[in-house]
């Protein structure tokens, strides 16, 4: 997901802040990746999960 993120960075007016844990943190508690989408400093949407570098773009595409 990380790649996919960093590409779309350069694509479109946007900012990414990654929170990074360990490899074994995330394989001892089961860490799903989570975006969350925020507005004017307010959540607007979030995913959980995998997703398509195109329903990446739909989300951002909502919102900018």
Known sequence: L???LHQLVKDYPIKLE???A?????DSYNVIP??????QNK????????R??????KYIE???
Not at 43 to 50: I, P, S
Not at 52 to 57: E, L, M, R, S
């Open 2 to 4: 990380s790649p996919i």
């Open 18 to 20: 990654e929170i990074n």
């Open 22 to 26: 360990e490899t074994d943190l995330i």
């Open 34 to 39: 989570t975006v969350i989408f925020y507005k």
């Open 43 to 50: 959540e607007v949407d979030r995913f959980v999960g995998f």
């Open 52 to 57: 398509t570098k195109n329903d990446i773009i």
């Open 62 to 64: 909502k919102y900018i």
